[in-house]
């Protein structure tokens, strides 16, 4: 009896516990900035004491034993209970010191970088991280419970057991060049006429990439795919050299306006209405820092809004449109 909690180490039990949650021994060490063969000796080790294998090899494939799976679920206790202290202690110091950890999806760098200077200078003690990521990044970020808050740009999956609230509209458009033959023509296109154009698209992973092929799919088109780019800046400057035709959220364009040298197309089935989200894992209640920083979010939220909603109302076809009227609360 105790022979664990007399023998095992709380490292060990955090390689073990990165083991079973990445199911590999590479990614484990790179996660934990340790070497392999630190990994494999802390996991020989470990097995050594609770005297069974923890884990076995299917193919190339690490899989946790029936005996591994138990203890698995032990670490996700110890280590969960170990963060509500760690979130406990951090309250009681208040807002005077601490950090924030924030993942957020490419189009988010237009306004959560500026939330924060914002809330760094109401809050000068607190350490701030920013990730800015692909959907999938982001979402395998949370599955690995790295961050505070995770900021997606659209609803999240319903398969995470997360907590999630919106709090801006996060509309997309197709966008062109100023000098593009289609917008100067200024008629209102078809999926059908997009489906003809270069289209200059984000990488696998992207949020918004999904949301362009989930579209053309449900119509039975395919888009005639010119150059994939994983930044939407690079895709405005590649719009702007007359590249091709791209989608985009419209927060990419809030800095220059409908005036600048992008414009929005008139599309069928567009905008494609979306909302920010910010989430935190279920079961991990966010320290007083990171409830902090969702409150300034869903000021920030109304904020966004507003402009969204007067950047929307000058676009050259926005009497077709009806602009979003509110920042969307609690889902
Ligand atoms: P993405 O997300 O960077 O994964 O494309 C952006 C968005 O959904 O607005």
Redesign the pocket.
């Known amino acids: 009896m105790y022979k664990l909690a007399r023998h095992a180490t709380l490292r060990q039990l955090q390689v073990f516990e990165a083991i079973g949650r990445l199911k590999s021994f590479t990614r484990t060490a790179e996660q934990l900035f340790l070497t392999q063969s630190t990994v494999s000796t802390q996991i020989k080790n470990l097995t050594e004491i609770v005297g069974v294998p923890l884990v076995e090899y299917v193919g190339k494939q690490v899989r946790l034993t029936e005996a591994g799976r138990h203890l698995y679920a032990a670490c996700q206790d110890v280590f969960r209970a170990l963060d509500n202290v760690d979130v406990a202690v951090a309250n009681l110091r208040g807002l005077t010191l601490g950090a924030l950890s924030v993942s957020a999806?490419?189009?988010?760098k237009y306004f959560v970088p500026e939330a924060l200077g914002r809330f760094s200078q109401a809050h000068p003690g607190i350490d701030i991280s920013l990730h800015v990521?692909?959907?999938?990044h982001?979402l395998q970020r949370l599955a690995n419970n790295e961050d505070d808050l995770y900021i997606?740009?659209?609803d999240p999956p319903t398969e995470l057991e997360i907590e999630s609230e919106a709090f801006a509209p996060?509309p997309?458009y197709v966008m062109a060049g100023r000098d593009h033959p289609l917008a100067k023509s200024g008629r209102r296109l078809t999926l059908k006429d997009l489906a003809e154009q270069p289209l200059i698209m984000?990488e696998p992973?992207?949020?918004?990439?999904?949301?362009v092929e989930r579209l053309f799919a449900a119509q039975g088109l395919q888009p005639k795919v010119r150059i994939v780019l994983s930044s939407?800046e690079a895709i405005k400057h590649a719009l702007i050299g007359q590249l091709g035709i791209s989608v985009l959220?419209l927060?990419s364009i809030l800095l220059e306006g409908a005036q600048g040298p992008i414009t929005v197309l008139d599309v069928e089935k567009f905008p494609l209405q979306?909302k920010?989200h910010v989430a935190h894992p279920k079961g991990k209640e966010p320290s007083i820092v990171a409830r902090a920083f969702l409150d300034s979010l869903r000021a920030e939220g109304q904020r966004l809004t507003q402009m969204l909603n007067e950047l929307t109302s000058s676009l050259p076809h926005s009497r077709s449109k009806k602009p979003a009227r509110r920042a969307p609360g609690r889902r």
């Open positions: 999806i490419t189009t988010a990521l692909n959907r999938e982001v997606l740009g659209h996060n997309l984000r992973g992207s949020g918004i990439r999904a949301a939407n959220s927060h979306r920010w």
